[in-house]
């Protein structure tokens, strides 16, 4: 059975930096991609970033490109995201995901999702 586990949320000042893990375990096969979600109170979870296998390939949401780096290690199944330049709209539940569909910015095209992370920007 595969599972996420993400670490690293806390509380941040505005500016401040922090950097997001996840490490999947039970996976056999498949070049997947790794993607980072969030979700704020009373919002639809929103695409943050994700990295192709060979982490060649990286896509990031408006909302945090030039802030935000995806990165991936494979030998240690883990993905991670870099956040710099917080802002009080970067407060919310972060979640990685994985998927099989290269590209993939879409929610309900990832299959397998950990449980989250809080992350709260203070102004």
């Known amino acids: 059975q595969v599972q996420l586990v993400e670490s690293g949320g806390g509380l941040v000042q505005a500016g401040g930096s922090l950097r997001l893990s996840c490490v999947e375990s039970?996976?056999?096969?498949?070049?997947?991609?790794m993607g980072w979600f969030r979700q704020a109170p009373e919002k639809e979870r929103e695409f943050v970033a994700a990295?192709?296998?060979?982490?060649?390939?990286?896509y990031y949401g408006d909302l945090v490109k030039g802030r935000f780096t995806i990165s991936r290690d494979n030998a240690k199944n883990t993905v991670y995201l870099q956040m710099n330049g917080l802002k009080p709209e970067d407060t919310a539940v972060y979640y990685c995901?994985?998927?099989?569909?290269?590209?993939?910015?879409?929610?309900?095209?990832?299959?397998?999702w950990g449980q989250g992370t809080q992350v709260t920007v203070s102004s």
């Open positions: 039970g996976r056999t096969s498949g070049s997947y991609v």
């Open positions: 995901a994985d998927t099989l569909a290269y590209g993939s910015i879409w929610a309900h095209e990832y299959i397998y």
């Open positions: 990295i192709g296998w060979t982490a060649d390939s990286t």
